[in-house]
């Protein structure tokens, strides 16, 4: 059995004339935390889209969880967990009432339901936030209880955009702790981040520039190469060729 979770090869997405994503290809393993990183325009967001289900690709293969990205969009969702900084939890529903209503979508059962949820609000330690609307809550708490929504079910891959964004520096400290915990159970984390010194706690980091990856090893391996002392170092003197952006 591979543990390839996530395989591409010459991904290509096009919009008419302009190339969004060029030609890349990578694999990532069950249980990696593997960074995507890449300045605005890079072409991060199109590919993840297209890893995710949501986008067709114009040209190359992609498999995510077993399934073709290209013709098993549906099977693909739901295998996967999604979090984004700009939504992911429906701020006048609950708390409770939003985990309920993720997990029932994934088609958990409801006795399950009740016992995770019960797991994961005294985790939390929310229990006494059990009852109180998203929007109520703390930027901070929010980030969390998203993340742990978005692998209530148990995802192969949970991809992670730019997920730890307007959080103070312990909130972030907290939300990867988090992580490193699901990938300790198997869970791959596909994230992308601004936040430079995060790039430091991934396994590997791939850094995309105008729709291509040019650079893709582990932290250490990169620094060394381009002879820096920090990732925001690396991604800095690629981000410099950058000939678009959004």
């Known amino acids: 059995m591979t543990d390839i979770v996530i395989h591409t090869k010459d991904l290509t997405k096009q919009f008419g004339t302009f190339t969004a994503v060029d030609h890349i290809s990578f694999d990532v393993q069950r249980g990696e935390i593997f960074g995507f990183l890449g300045a605005n325009g890079a072409g991060k967001t199109t590919a993840m889209r297209m890893l995710c289900g949501l986008s067709i690709p114009t040209s190359g293969e992609g498999w995510v969880a ?4 290209a ?6 969702k739901k295998h996967i967990g999604y979090m984004s900084q ?3 939890l429906y701020e006048d529903l609950k708390v409770w009432e939003n985990i309920r209503l993720y997990a029932g979508i994934y088609g958990m059962k409801t006795d399950e339901i009740e016992r995770k949820t019960r797991l994961l609000l005294d985790k939390l330690h929310f229990t006494k936030e059990c009852n109180a609307l998203v929007k ?15 692998i209530f079910h148990e995802p192969q891959i949970v991809f992670l955009d730019e997920p730890t964004g307007g959080v103070d520096p312990e909130t972030r400290r907290q939300f990867w702790e988090m992580i490193y915990e699901a990938a300790d159970r198997g869970i791959t984390v596909f994230v992308t981040t601004h936040y430079m010194d995060e790039a ?20 250490s391996r990169l620094k060394q190469q381009f002879n820096a002392h920090s990732m925001d170092q690396v991604f800095r003197r690629l981000a410099r060729k ?5």
């Open 66 to 69: 077993g399934f073709d990205i």
């Open 71 to 76: 013709t098993q969009q549906e099977d693909i």
């Open 86 to 88: 700009k939504f992911s």
């Open 136 to 150: 109520s809550l703390p930027l901070g708490w929010k980030q969390k209880l998203a993340f742990s929504v978005s």
């Open 200 to 219: 430091e706690y991934c396994n590997r980091v791939s850094i995309m520039v105008d729709g291509r990856i040019d650079a893709l090893d582990t932290p």
């Open 242 to 246: 950058a000939e678009r952006s959004e």
